[in-house]
C-alpha cells in the first residue's frame, strides 16, 4: 500500500519556522519526484516546491523563494521541506506528492502526482 505521511505542522508566530516531513512508504522512492502543495481556506491548492528523484533539481514557487528549503533523504524515504521567515499569508493546509518520473517535477498539478498525502496544518499568526 502507497503511503505519503506529512508532519511538523502547527502553529508558530510571523518570523518563525518549521520543517515540513513527508515519509514514504510502498513504492520506490528513487523513482520519484516529491512535491509540496498547499491550500488556504478558501483557496485553491496551489504548488509550491518539488525536488527530483535524487535531489538534484528542485524548484520553489515565487512566494517561497528564499524562504523554504525542500531537501529528501532516500535512505529514510523522506522529504524535508523547511520553511523560514513565515508569514500569516503562509497559513495553509500542507501536502505532499509523488510524481513517477526522473525528469524535472515541476509544472504539475496535485492530481496529475501519482501518489498524494493527507497534509499537515501549518497556521502563521501575526
Known amino acids: 500500500e502507497v503511503q505519503l505521511v506529512e508532519s511538523g505542522g502547527g502553529l508558530v508566530q510571523a518570523g518563525g519556522s518549521l520543517r515540513l516531513s513527508c515519509v514514504a512508504s510502498?513504492?520506490?522512492?528513487?523513482?520519484?519526484?516529491i512535491g509540496w502543495f498547499r491550500q488556504a481556506p478558501g483557496k485553491g491548492r496551489e504548488g509550491i516546491s518539488c525536488?527530483?528523484?535524487?535531489?538534484?533539481?528542485?524548484h520553489y514557487d515565487a512566494s517561497v523563494k528564499g524562504r523554504f528549503t525542500i531537501s529528501r533523504d532516500n535512505a529514510k524515504n523522506t522529504v524535508y521541506l523547511q520553511m523560514n521567515n513565515l508569514k500569516p499569508e503562509d497559513t495553509a493546509v500542507y501536502y505532499c506528492?509523488?510524481?513517477?518520473?526522473?525528469?524535472?517535477?515541476?509544472?504539475?498539478?496535485?492530481?496529475?502526482?501519482?501518489?498524494r498525502g493527507q497534509g499537515t496544518q501549518v497556521t502563521v499568526s501575526s
Open positions: 525536488v527530483s528523484d535524487f535531489g538534484s533539481n528542485t
Open positions: 510502498g513504492f520506490t522512492f528513487t523513482d520519484a519526484g
Open positions: 506528492a509523488a510524481l513517477k518520473t526522473h525528469d524535472y517535477c515541476s509544472g504539475y498539478g496535485f492530481y496529475e502526482y501519482d501518489y
